[in-house]
């Protein structure tokens, strides 16, 4: 197998979930640098305002990208390019591509989310695989429904999307795919040649959390964990950070014999130039 790539997805678009839940930009930044120490070769970020909102403001973004990057941090950073809940227009979003990191989301199709659309037109993937391309930044693709990994066979085809591909199958949000390990088998067997992928599970239960993490572990997919996904550190024990989510995978990797891939193998796997950028 490849070595385990483990992305930690630190804080995400909601409210606190629990009063370890990082929110304001402070926390999110020192979580992001724990997340790093404790073997995440990847940090997903959302970012926040002082009073904890999410925002997809330009300068908002690239600072936080500075501030982590300032504390000698090397992982990979990957950027929320979401709508903020239906906030962020699609120009807000397309310029996020451009605060800095190396990595930006890049939600690969339309789906109903808590009563509204979740505008992922043709139009916009277009724009943004552009934008991307621009500033040589690498697209995490989620998958938030099974038709979705149409289009992205469509935007490789066309040269909007380059290989080694990062795709994340996003499992529990309203309207998307379901988190039912079924699903697993059929998803993974439709992922683009030359891919890498992983599983974001967005379920308020542990059980479930481990059923379907435990599949991607084992079956050489790459895993994400973080309290955008996931609070608990057990059954019953809510997790005191981003780091312990983190080092319960390491653990396991050790544990079954699968390296746990650093920084620099991370880059060398999805084709990014080697070493944080300045």
């Not at 690969?108 to 043709?122: E, L, Q, V």
Request: aromatic content about 6%.
């Amino acid at each position: 197998m490849n070595p385990l790539l483990i992305c930690a997805a630190v804080t995400g678009g909601a409210k606190a979930k629990s009063a370890h839940h990082p929110v304001t930009p402070e926390a999110v930044v020192q979580s992001a640098l724990e997340c790093w120490r404790a073997g995440a070769a990847m940090i997903h970020l959302h970012a926040r305002r002082e009073d904890g909102s999410t925002t997809t403001d330009l300068e908002t973004c690239r600072a936080l990208v500075r501030a982590v990057r300032s504390a000698g941090c090397d992982a990979i950073l990957n950027l929320s390019a979401g709508d903020d809940g239906g906030r962020a227009s699609h120009a807000q979003r397309l310029a996020v591509a451009g605060a800095g990191a190396e990595v930006v989301s890049l939600d690969a199709g339309p789906i109903n989310i808590a009563g509204r659309i979740y505008d992922n037109s043709p139009d916009y993937l277009e724009r943004m695989c552009a934008q991307m391309r621009h500033h040589r930044v690498k697209a995490a693709v989620e998958i938030f429904d099974f038709g979705h990994l149409e289009g992205v066979r469509r935007l490789a085809a066309g040269g909007a999307l380059q290989a080694p591909h990062f795709i994340e199958f996003v499992m529990g949000v309203p309207g998307g795919l379901p988190t039912d390990a079924r699903l697993l088998p059929l998803l993974v067997e439709a992922v683009p040649p030359d891919a890498h992928w992983c599983v974001s599970c967005q379920s308020p239960d542990p059980a479930v959390y481990r059923e379907i993490m435990l599949w991607v572990f084992s079956h050489g997919g790459h895993v994400r964990t973080g309290m955008e996904d996931i609070i608990w550190a057990g059954p019953d024990r809510l997790a005191r950070s981003n780091g312990e989510l983190v080092e319960q995978w390491t653990r396991t990797a050790a544990i079954w014999g699968r390296d746990v891939a650093t920084p620099a193998q991370a880059r060398a796997m999805l084709g990014l130039p080697q070493g944080a950028p300045a």
